[in-house]
């Protein structure tokens, strides 16, 4: 497991199995203290200084509390001693706080970028954040708004949503991306140019629609037709947690999807202009 993800990936409420994490990863999710065994996996933060506007490396601050400090010492010794068990110590703590400092000249708190953590029931569970990581995801999809104004604010609504741990709401969103924004389009384009009459897009399900529309889909959707089986079979059939779990690869492949639909755009503009210039040659 990447601790890191656990921070800037991972939506509120996400719970960890105390018993997938090492002490020492453990303790350094938690706490960070200055030349410490235990607590120093995690000094920096690669993320996205939303007051900057700039990728930046995060610095922790230390754990703040001198009693936590002091029990820190204690656990070190239990540690070393293996006479207490760790986790369960560490569950009557209440809340954990990691602080990240911008390291930019004239930065000061309102850069900072905080977490909470709390143990209960043998897992570890984020119950903080800020900036939100729909916020940081934002700059991410900022670049979809050149395509169209409502793929971003849909995109940006299922990030949300993931972000807040709801499942089923997020991949809604998604789905809409490609049903209305994505393969709708293409199709009325078929019907426009006669390919295909309105009957046979209309009774055909959405992945005999994708074969239809093939060569005028982003070419990673018509590889990848699960894609959609799946974002449905969330809407229809799977968990909250398991919408959970698929979210980032849905949402990777979408950006995949967008991505190639800019570049094909921009291959026709290319293509349009050098034929303008070509046809100037008489
Ligand atoms: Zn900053």
């Known amino acids: 497991m990447q601790i890191e993800n656990i921070f800037l990936k991972d939506s509120l409420y996400s719970q960890y199995d105390l018993e997938s994490l090492s002490d020492e990863e453990l303790l350094s999710i938690i706490f960070y203290f200055e030349n410490s065994d235990y607590t120093d996996k995690l000094k920096t933060l690669d993320s996205y200084c939303s007051v900057c506007k700039k990728e930046t490396t995060f610095i922790s601050k230390e754990s703040k509390r001198e009693a936590l400090y002091e029990t820190l010492s204690q656990i070190n010794e239990t540690i070393i001693g293996g006479k207490l068990d760790l986790k369960t110590s560490l569950e009557k703590f209440g809340t954990f706080e990691r602080v990240f400092k911008c390291p930019r000249p004239l930065s000061d708190e309102s850069h900072d970028q905080i977490f909470f953590f709390r143990i209960k029931n043998s897992e570890l569970i984020k119950v903080g954040q800020t900036p939100s990581i729909a916020d940081l995801e934002n700059r991410s999809i900022y670049k979809y708004r050149a395509l169209d104004e409502s793929i971003y604010q849909e995109f940006n609504r299922a990030i949300g949503l993931a972000s807040h741990g709801i499942g ?115």
């Not at 049903?179 to 009325?188: D, F, G, N, S, T």
């Not at 074969?211 to 018509?222: N, S």
């Not at 094909?264 to 008489?282: D, G, M, P, Y």
């Open 168 to 282: 089923v709401g997020s991949f809604v969103y998604l789905r809409r991306i490609v049903e209305k924004h994505i393969v709708a389009p293409k199709l009325q384009t078929l019907i426009e140019e006669g390919t295909n009459t309105a009957e046979e897009i209309y009774n055909a399900d959405f992945k005999k629609k994708i074969e239809i529309a093939k060569t005028l889909l982003p070419p990673f959707l018509v590889e990848n037709k699960k894609i959609y089986s799946i974002l449905s079979k969330g809407v229809h059939e799977l968990e909250e947690q398991e919408c959970r779990d698929f979210f980032p690869v849905l949402k990777t492949s979408i950006e995949i999807i967008l991505d190639e639909r800019i570049e094909q755009i921009e291959r026709e503009k290319k293509n349009r202009l050098i034929s303008v210039e070509l046809n100037k040659f008489k």
